[in-house]
């Protein structure tokens, strides 16, 4: 099984940065894909960006293309969320999540095999 760790919220102001961390470990080589979601109050939750540990693959919710990039560092297994010219829409939790099992070369994760997840960061933006 792996543990997740997220860091790196906090409170910034609109057109600023923030970085966010997740920190895996555990048996992390039975996941292949990890992503980071959101949740505002009184929103669902929805998917921000995904990550194929195999390299190759990223995908982005059309809200922060361009804005947010998603990467990972093996060595450390760590995968990091940077979020750049933030907007008070972004505000919300932050997630970290990973499928809890090796999706099949080219299988694109939707939200449900997410089966793993952190505790979440809070990441507040103002205008």
């Known amino acids: 099984q792996v543990q997740l760790v997220e860091s790196g919220g906090g409170s910034v102001q609109a057109g600023g940065s923030l970085r966010l961390s997740c920190a895996a470990s555990?048996?992390?080589?039975?996941?292949?894909?990890m992503g980071w979601f959101r949740q505002a109050p009184g929103k669902e939750r929805e998917g921000v960006a995904a990550?194929?540990?195999?390299?190759?693959?990223?995908y982005y919710a059309d809200s922060v293309k361009g804005r947010f990039t998603i990467s990972q560092d093996k060595a450390k297994n760590t995968v990091y969320l940077q979020m750049n010219s933030l907007k008070p829409e972004d505000t919300a939790m932050y997630y970290c999540?990973?499928?809890?099992?090796?999706?099949?070369?080219?299988?694109?994760?939707?939200?449900?095999?997410?089966?793993?997840w952190g505790q979440g960061t809070q990441v507040t933006v103002s205008s």
């Open positions: 999540a990973a499928v809890p099992r090796l999706l099949p070369v080219g299988w694109v994760p939707v939200e449900a095999d997410f089966g793993i």
């Open positions: 990550i194929y540990a195999g390299g190759g693959s990223i």
């Open positions: 555990g048996n992390t080589r039975s996941s292949n894909w």
